[in-house]
């Protein structure tokens, strides 16, 4: 009975998910209202540049850990469950499973761009630079860090 149950769970979570996969197009990026997810990471948004009005928000970071609650409870910031969003990345390679999660397993409606941010700069795309701020915020983060970790080694035992 429990199997059923489960089973029944199962494919009412799949029929109420949804997930797009549609290639990453500059029509698409330009005339869309959707919201869009940059899920890279933040070299590759200095590296690549973003899409302008792109929401940033790393899924993977720079070793390849992720925190799924983190993700979520900060993905629910920007967006509804029942609204459908598009999430992107370099080639589409983690927007594939990412998409699947959040659609298939947690009943978002996301639209994975296909191809992703390679796609659409060789498309022709002219891509945003990463905003200065946001990489000031990260260098003033980061030099605030390293100056407690120095007084913490600095202080007596």
Request: aromatic share 8%.
């Amino acid at each position: 009975m429990r199997k059923i149950l489960f089973g029944i769970l199962i494919l009412a979570s799949i029929l109420v998910a949804e997930v797009t996969n549609i290639p990453a197009t500059i029509d698409f990026v330009k005339s869309n209202k959707m919201k869009i997810i940059d899920i890279r990471t933040e070299s590759e948004w200095k590296q690549m540049g973003v899409i302008e009005n792109a929401y940033l928000l790393t899924f993977f970071d720079e070793e390849s850990k992720y925190n799924i609650k983190d993700f979520i409870k900060k993905l629910n910031k920007i967006v509804k469950k029942d609204e459908q969003f598009a999430i992107i990345c370099n080639t589409s390679s983690r927007t594939k499973l990412v998409s699947n999660l959040l659609g298939n397993r947690l009943g978002y409606h996301v639209v994975n761009l296909v191809g992703g941010m390679d796609k659409l700069i060789k498309d022709g795309y002219k891509v945003t630079s990463y905003p200065k701020e946001k990489e000031k915020a990260t260098v003033e983060s980061m030099e605030l860090n390293s100056t407690t970790q120095n007084s913490l080694k600095k202080t007596p035992k």
